[in-house]
């Protein structure tokens, strides 16, 4: 069974501190990986696809990279405005289509 | 632009009833999914549409239907309602025919409540 993993489920960062949020996937023929930002009471809005393992994206002070077994976002000097639920997706085979399967998301509060 | 539209945004059901929830996509985009989230199981995929065509279906049970109109407006039942129904219904709409085609874009969902 194709599963996405996300951790820590939470996170609390100050103000410039930097960290990295893993999305780890066990999934047969992966075709790519999505990365959404959901603020509350929103709907999840498109960050970043990855389509291969080295493959790198930056986006302001967000960066997220691919390798065979996971991904990893980046996030360089947090402001408060970057506090939301980041998800991951995987993009796997699914008979002749494809489809998504989410990880469970993480928590990410940034302090001033 | 107009994003993505649902509707009803807050509903709230009792056990055994039925609900219809609605989704306008973005103007020109012809593919609309549709994705139940909770605290629990997170993001789930419930279903796809294409040019009216069901394309992709997710594990749920035959409770949960889907149609898609001529102009791409989208549908889902949910007939005989359970408490565990209750959660945030997404629906979101896509330019392309496949997934990596294009970014997947969410309407901000319909809270549905069962009593």
């Known amino acids: 069974e194709d599963q996405v993993t996300q951790s820590p489920e939470a996170l609390r960062l100050q103000e410039g501190e930097s960290s990295s949020l893993n999305c780890s996937y066990t999934v047969s023929g992966l075709r790519g990986l999505f990365w959404y930002r959901q603020d509350p009471g929103k709907?999840?809005?498109?960050?970043?696809?990855?389509?291969?393992?080295?493959?790198?994206?930056?986006?302001?002070?967000?960066?997220?990279?691919?390798t065979k077994k996971e991904s990893f976002l980046h996030i360089t000097a947090p402001k408060?405005?970057?506090s939301a639920t980041y998800l991951c997706a995987a993009v796997v085979l699914a008979g002749a289509n494809s489809k998504l399967t989410f990880g469970k998301g993480i928590t990410l509060s940034v302090r001033p | 632009k107009a994003g993505v539209t649902q509707t009803p945004r807050y509903l709230i059901k009792t056990r055994g009833q039925q609900?219809?929830?609605?989704c306008s996509p973005i103007s020109g985009h012809r593919s609309v999914s549709w994705y139940q989230q909770t605290p629990g199981q997170g993001l789930q995929f419930l279903f796809e549409y294409f040019s009216e065509t069901q394309r992709n279906k997710g594990n749920f049970p035959g409770r949960f239907s889907g149609r898609q109109f001529s102009n791409s407006r989208s549908e889902m039942n949910v007939s005989t309602l359970e408490l565990g129904d209750s959660a945030l219904y997404l629906c979101a709409s896509r330019a392309g025919t496949g997934i990596l085609t294009g970014e997947l874009f969410f309407g901000e969902g319909s809270r549905l409540t069962v009593l």
């Open chain 2, 19 to 22: 609900v219809t929830l609605s």
């Open chain 1, 43 to 66: 709907g999840p809005e498109f960050l970043f696809t990855l389509y291969s393992a080295g493959e790198e994206k930056e986006k302001e002070r967000l960066k997220a990279t691919l």
């Open chain 1, 80 to 82: 408060p405005e970057d």
